[in-house]
């Protein structure tokens, strides 16, 4: 799987409280599966997919596809042990912040995880999908999908209801989330800002462009 | 052979057993007690030295229930007449899925008694794809 075939590797982080499905989510995404046991990892913590990115530009042109190498960092509770400012959060280039519609606890949570992610992620307003999971458990709801899209709306985020368990809207978030890290990375010309080993860039961005030698030696 | 275990590995065994003991079943400012006074503690990289540091860092851990679960423990007697112990195991947080961790302590008999100079503790975590 880690075979340098890919243009990009993109590291997203899963956030979200205990139990809200992180996990599944991941599992459903990459595997298209629901798992309704805990699938204990035997160490690995992450899983990975290879998709193709095709941006569209402003002017509606669809560019060339790009190879995405996407690593999916899962949390299944390590922050408690590790700092959340170890390597692994600060690499991360977009987060899925998931709640549990089910939960009315996990919802309120996402403002300190907003908060966790303003101090801890590589910049102040990181790119941010909010997943309102368990959407399949309707009559166990208890989050409003208006106070939900509300919140995000205050946060200036997209918002999805999602089910890991059928997989409602679980690729979606992930493409949505993948859109707005390639449009940022385009809208960058200087990629300092960029953390190291977030985006491994094996060939350019945009071949046509002059600014092709600073792009490369940055995004390295 | 006779089933007499070594000394070492008794004491070894009494100490892990204590340790994980006031870990999951107290509020774990008394694990400090285990530790020698300027002892050092890493945890998941993380430098702590002196007891009451390690006290503390233990304590003020973010969750309100943790069960070990000790799969394997192997001891060593050293050549200056220590102990040097390493923990295999799983634990357990809240509702979290269980962790697979490593801890490795080293144990050294001051004033007739045996403290834990060493402990450095790590999650069977990896991050690096294979």
């Known amino acids: ?220 | 052979m006779a089933c007499e275990k070594e000394i070492w590995r008794k004491i070894g065994e009494g100490f892990v057993q204590e340790y994980y003991n006031q870990f999951d079943n107290t509020n774990r400012m008394g694990l400090g007690n285990l530790y020698s006074a300027d002892a050092c503690l890493t945890w998941e990289g993380s430098p702590f030295q002196g007891r009451d540091n390690i006290a503390a860092k233990l304590a003020n851990l973010p969750f309100k229930r943790i069960k070990h679960v000790i799969t394997e423990q192997d001891f060593q007697p050293t050549i200056d007449s220590c102990i040097l112990i390493m923990v295999f195991g799983q634990l357990q947080v809240d509702d979290d899925p269980p962790m697979a961790f490593h801890q490795v302590f080293m144990l050294k008999s001051q004033n007739c008694a045996w403290a834990c100079t060493n402990d450095v503790f790590r999650l069977g975590v990896h991050n690096i794809p294979v």
Not at chain 1, 111 to 119: A, K, V
Request: charged letters at 25%.
């Open chain 1, 1 to 220: 799987m880690s075979d340098g075939d890919y243009d990009y590797l993109i590291k997203f982080l899963a956030l979200g409280d205990s139990g809200v499905g992180k996990t599944s989510f991941l599992y459903q995404y990459t595997d298209g599966k629901f798992n309704s046991k805990f699938i204990t990892t035997v160490g690995i913590d992450f899983r990975e997919k290879r998709v193709i990115y095709r941006s569209t530009g402003s002017d509606g042109s669809s560019g060339k596809g790009q190879k995405i190498h996407m690593q999916l960092w899962d949390t299944a509770g390590q922050e408690r042990f590790r700092s959340l400012t170890t390597a692994f959060f600060r690499d991360a280039m977009g987060f899925l912040l998931l709640f549990d519609l089910t939960n009315e606890q996990s919802f309120l949570n996402v403002r300190n995880w907003m908060s966790q992610l303003q101090i801890h992620a590589y910049c102040e307003n990181p790119d941010v999908v909010l997943c309102g999971n368990k959407c399949d458990l309707a009559d166990q709801r208890a989050v409003s999908e208006e106070e939900a899209r509300e919140l995000a709306e205050k946060y200036g985020i997209p918002y999805f209801e999602t089910s890991a368990a059928n997989g409602l809207n679980v690729n979606k978030v992930v493409d949505v989330l993948l859109d707005l890290v390639m449009k940022r990375m385009e809208r960058c010309v200087d990629k300092s800002w960029i953390p190291d080993g977030t985006v491994r860039a094996n060939g350019p961005l945009n071949p046509d462009s002059s600014e092709n030698s600073d792009r490369n030696k940055c995004a390295c």
